[in-house]
């Protein structure tokens, strides 16, 4: 039953590391960092860039802060060889940036890549030949030792073009493509050769490169190999030892950071993990974990909406809502406990304290991201998030049992709308509970309050009950209870607070009222707003008559218009 997918692959062997270090360290320095965008990345679009998508996507990579740039595989297409010359002969790169140039292990595309980056102050040549034993059978019909030839003729053949152009700095990369499936001697013999070819020393440092060219283990096995090269390579002074994990298994990011633990120094990916089938390791989410453990990444994403939106347009691949970092959705919470716990924390974070908002691993403002789009509404979502938007967008703090109240009357919107609620709409639905005026049927008109005696508060209010304007007279110790008595309701005020929305000559003051009525079980809220602050009260416990549906006594004394 070979052809069944649960039988039709073999396990991934362990690698017989017994003592192995790696689980017990930590990344304390960010890695030499080399963006692929234009190679990797490239060849692995429909349309790949054109010159002039590349001399921006590069000028970009530059100025996020990247020193190592794969530029192109010039030997295989004249507009990456006609991009080299350019950012070469325009002067184009700076000086503590090196461009990396790639070609397979043949002396014609050897030539021509040295060609392309001739006259640069320095430059990285990128030679790699796959060394799994599927590509040595099928591939190159070749057995290991001639394998091992070819990666000694070819570096030597680099060497001497090189050694024949000394105006530029040249440093080997070697990668023994496909190094994840390849058996661990093998592969440490065709990186040993290639070192010992190029004449690894002092001012001649060697780049060794393993990637996973198809991530086929679970990363720990991935650190295992790399902690394996790191103990056995030779001249290991002299090599800056490097990966390239690719992404088949979603794994990309944890075998890049387990690799460091084990011992790499560098690591190659692409912006927003573009790259061949899976992508590239996604720099981005790597750079950025960094911080997250206290370690500066040494590369800019403080706008990293500009930058998602750069390499959108220069790949025409959009980026996931829910990349990470990145996507449009990763700085939201829709339910409610999450938004609550937000809302707390944003709360409680001191400016220059430690980062300790529960769910949001990172600062959005540290990513050029606001807090505007934090926290959003839908049926799952509970009080947290839409006391969060009242108070943020329009400088409402709800009451915490109004929360309660207020959230069920948002949660039965969203669930008959089958969507999300905006801040827009919550906001009309606030106003619509709790001072619609125009259509209902007890609104509140006017009133005169005046001293009585006995430090009584004595009012006229008016106010409208079903299509008739009505007026009473009564006396309380404040406006709330003098408005209460002169409504004639039954109606029992249970708190009261008063506060200002806004500032300076537009402010505005809010009141809100709690209470009951019997009949009615538990407590309602009334809300009025007004300039001046009696006239928002007296308008809150009209709202709060209105919202418990009490029922007016026919005005005997009122006067009715
Ligand atoms: C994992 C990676 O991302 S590696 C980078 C892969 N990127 C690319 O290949 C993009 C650009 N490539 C190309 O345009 C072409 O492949 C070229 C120009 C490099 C070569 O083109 P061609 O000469 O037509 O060869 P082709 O594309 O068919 O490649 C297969 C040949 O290259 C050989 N080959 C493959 N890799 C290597 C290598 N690293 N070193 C030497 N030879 C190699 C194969 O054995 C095969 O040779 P054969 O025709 O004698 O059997
Ligand atoms: C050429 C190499 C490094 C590569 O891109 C890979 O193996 O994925
Ligand atoms: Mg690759």
Redesign the pocket.
Known sequence: MLNQPATKYTAFPPIALHDRQWPSQQITKPPVWLSTDLR?GN?ALFEPMSVETKIRFFTRLVDIGFKEVEVG?P???QTDFHFVRRLIDEKRIPDDVTPMV?T???ED?IARTVESVRGAKRAIVHL???TAPVWRKV??NMEVPQVMQ?IQD?VAYLKKLTDAAPETEWVLQYSP?TFSATELDVALQACNTAIEAWNARPGRPVIINL?T?VENATPNVFADQIEWMHRHLNQREHVVLSVHPHNDRGTGVAAAELAQMAGAQRVEGCLFGNG?RCGNVDIVTLALNLYTQGVHPRLDFSDINAVAREVEEFTQIATHPRHPYAGDLVFTAFSGSHQDAIKKGFAAQKADAIWEVPYLPIDPADLGRTYDSVIRVNSQSGKGGVAYLLEKDHGVVLPRRMQVEFSAVVQRHAEAADAEVSSEEIWKLFKNTYLRAEHTELTYISHHLQEGPNDQQIIDLSWRWQGDAQTRKAAGSGPVEAACKALGVDMQVLSFEERSMGSGADALAIAIVEGSTSGVQGSRFGVGIHRNTTTASVMALISLARRLEVSLPEPADAKTN
Do not use: H
């Open positions: 990797d060849q595989f030997s295989a297409s790639i397979q292990a043949r595309l790699y030949n796959a591939v190159f070819l070819r493509e990637p060219t061949e």
